[in-house]
């Protein structure tokens, strides 16, 4: 197995400050970048979404859904589209339940997703049942249907987790600040102790968003090297690229990554 074989990217059109529209559609990512597994975010769970993705080996699907929204210039009486998330309770539990369904057609669907830390720990401490309610909805119709958390490195030793383990199976760790990349073997180690037995897949950004800036090439080349030495023994099942949207937002990044799993 080479590095490339445990890779996945984001995939989808997303609408961040500074960031324009990319040229790269769904699918493309996985293209560009050399790996076979797909992130799949921002746009709809439905067949034709997924069959655009039929060449992936692996998708992992976001159930709070990102949804869009019309914007008319009120000067120029253009039109455009803006992003807004559709978080609620209700929501998720009806698109986990849709993709449960959908993941029956599409055996390359393995996992659901929630792409909102916060907001799931607040749901869990105002409603006990949360995290038990979306497990039985992604389980509902493929009971091997797998839950991948998003945990930030900083969020890590916190006692919140608890309730969450019985129902997760992926931790998908994600360092905020590239500044703190050099701490990402303490970061990987803490998160096995905070969720034990739980596999995890590392996080990998293109663009600060804070700074509205790519991530300097020698914190992303630290970053990749300790990822592979962490993958070689074994402590971290894979990695995760965000995204595609990106490449030709800030192509000497994508190009290090594409270049840096294509060598290992």
Known sequence: MAFRDVGWVWEGLA?????????????????????????????????????????????????TKMKWAEMRDAETGRFGFRHWGDHGIETQIEEAEKLSRLSLQFPNVTAGYIDDPDRMVNYQSEHPTYYADISAALRSANPALQWWALVFSHQLGEDHWQPFLPYMDVANLWVWEWENIPHLEEYVELCHKTLPGKAIVVGSFIRDYDKRAPVPLEMMQMQYETMFELWEEERIAGYSILGAALIDQHPQQAEFIRSFIGGH
């Open 15 to 63: 609408f961040d400050p500074g960031v324009q529209p990319t040229i790269y559609g769904l699918g493309e990512g996985m293209t560009y970048f050399g790996v076979e597994r797909a992130h799949f975010m921002f746009h709809p769970n439905n067949e034709i979404t997924l069959a655009k993705l039929s060449h992936a080996r692996e998708i992992v699907c976001d159930i």
